[in-house]
């Protein structure tokens, strides 16, 4: 006969395995969630991106821990670009950190679009940008923008269009161009638990953006053959976010 130690021994090994495989079932179930509802919209050719009046970029770092360049920021750079010459687009929003003196992602990527001849009056700066959640519902709530194509890597799209979705805001997914690097794995690995966490911040503990402020909404010079653009507010000058708290002000 099993003592009673041994016995309870086993009931908490019984107890160990059920919660385990319970959260293994809903972290692959949260991931096919995300990914089965947003698949449909992701497009993987810059030529068939769908035509939107508002292009979100979203940041990262200019280099990486090695000190070369970053693939990933050179892919959505090219993407930017890409689709502000084909006329996919009218304006792009750049949203990403500022959090120091140090590190300001929208400035690297207005400086690099520049370069690669984009108009200043085409692109509007989102200092407080500090994770895809806050840069969504940044364009929401600050930047009034109801419709948007998301510009960033196949593997981040799924995650930024499920935002999106919850915020209410349409949006399409356009693939930006990456060459493999070392390190993109981890980024896949990371990204698979992100998905997850991302559905606890919109449907467990109402997770709040780090900054909004006040309505500052883009001032946008359509392009005449932009078919889907919407109505655009008067304006053909670059802007910054005005209103940013002191973390995301340019420095």
């Known amino acids: 006969m099993l003592s009673l130690p041994w016995k309870t021994f086993r009931i908490l090994l019984m107890l160990l395995g059920g919660g385990t495989l319970l959260a293994l079932l809903l972290f692959l179930a949260g991931n096919v969630w995300v990914l089965t509802s947003t698949s449909g919209r992701i497009e993987t050719e810059l030529a068939k ?5 508002v292009g979100i970029i979203f940041g990262t ?10 693939p990933h ?6 993407a930017a670009a890409g689709l502000i010459q084909e006329r996919k687009v009218d304006h792009l929003l750049l949203s990403g950190d500022n959090s120091t003196r140090y ?3 929208p400035i690297t990527m207005w400086k690099d679009l520049l370069d690669r001849g984009v108009p200043e009056s085409a692109m509007t700066l989102d200092y407080a940008g500090f994770s895809t959640f806050d840069t969504l519902i940044r364009a929401r709530d600050v930047f009034t923008v109801q419709r948007a194509l998301l510009v960033t890597q196949d593997w981040h799209l799924p995650r930024a269009l499920f935002i999106a979705d919850a915020l209410g805001i349409e949006v399409q997914g356009c693939v ?3 060459q493999p690097s070392d390190g993109t794995w981890r980024l896949r690995a990371r990204e698979w638990l992100a998905r997850v966490a991302t559905l606890g911040d919109l449907y ?3 997770r709040e953006p780090h900054f909004l402020g006040p309505q500052e909404p883009l001032q946008i010079t359509p392009r005449p053959d932009l078919s889907v653009a919407a109505p655009a507010s008067e304006g053909d000058t670059a802007r910054e976010s005005e209103h940013d708290s002191s973390a995301s002000t340019p420095q």
Request: overall charge positive; glycine content about 10%.
């Open 103 to 105: 590190y300001n992602e």
């Open 49 to 53: 991106c769908q035509p939107r009046q």
């Open 176 to 178: 930006a161009p990456t």
């Open 73 to 78: 920021f050179e892919g959505r750079m090219r």
């Open 61 to 70: 770092s200019h280099w990486t821990r090695s000190g070369a360049r970053n």
């Open 204 to 206: 467990v503990w109402g």
